[in-house]
């Protein structure tokens, strides 16, 4: 479930390190900068960049229709929620 872990096998000194890196993660869990460090995750660069491209569009998109909106008769386009917008057929 570590997906930052490394592949493989892992020599005895890679696997007292990891373990001694593991120990002063849980002892120094409460300070800032670990807590911080803990957060992070490495993403590889093709679902980060994959990632970054689509938020951009839900944001154009999301901005899109708040000009429509603004440029509009009131109630002319009504608000939709995203989760109504991922609906595809209601089934009876």
């Not at 020599?11 to 670990?34: C, D, G, V, W």
């Not at 980060?48 to 998109?61: F, V």
């Not at 440029?71 to 995203?82: L, R, T």
């Amino acid at each position: 479930a570590r997906a930052s872990e490394k592949l493989g096998m892992l020599s005895t000194r890679e696997k007292a390190s990891m373990n001694y890196n593991e120990k002063l993660k849980e002892k120094f869990i409460h300070h800032p900068q670990i807590r911080r460090i803990a957060r992070h995750r490495h993403v590889p660069r093709q679902i980060y960049s994959l990632s970054k491209e689509m938020r951009i569009m839900k944001e154009s998109r999301k901005r899109k229709e708040s000009n429509k909106r603004r440029h509009s008769k009131p109630g002319a386009v009504p608000y939709v929620p995203e989760r109504k917008k991922a609906i595809v057929k209601e089934v009876e």
